[in-house]
């Protein structure tokens, strides 16, 4: 479910082919900060006992969405996380 909302958000905001999305492990104050800086997002709560094998999950199926551009698959952690959200560092909020 989450692909499918990253890939809608993909399509609906024209993201180009050199455009890409990067992904975080992040707390409630983190997703805000997120959210507050960049645009779009796509974000999901994930119980945090099983947020590593989310963030894994999600990675190796993103072989199967050619237009998803994601050049880097390390995801960053911030302690206390229990969401996982996508964003694209070359769409910030002016």
Do not use: C
């Not at 779009?40 to 094998?53: G, N």
């Amino acid at each position: 479910m989450f692909l499918y909302h990253l890939n809608n958000a993909n399509n609906e905001n024209g993201f180009r082919a050199k455009e890409s999305w990067k992904f975080s492990q992040v707390s409630e104050q983190g997703k805000a900060e997120i959210e507050h800086d960049f645009f779009p997002t796509v974000s999901v709560q994930v119980d945090p006992k099983k947020i590593h094998d989310f963030a894994a999950s999600v990675l190796s199926q993103l072989k199967e969405q050619p237009k998803i551009n994601v050049p880097d698959l390390n995801v960053s952690i911030q302690t206390g996380s229990e969401y996982f959200i996508a964003f694209s560092p070359e769409r910030m909020i002016r």
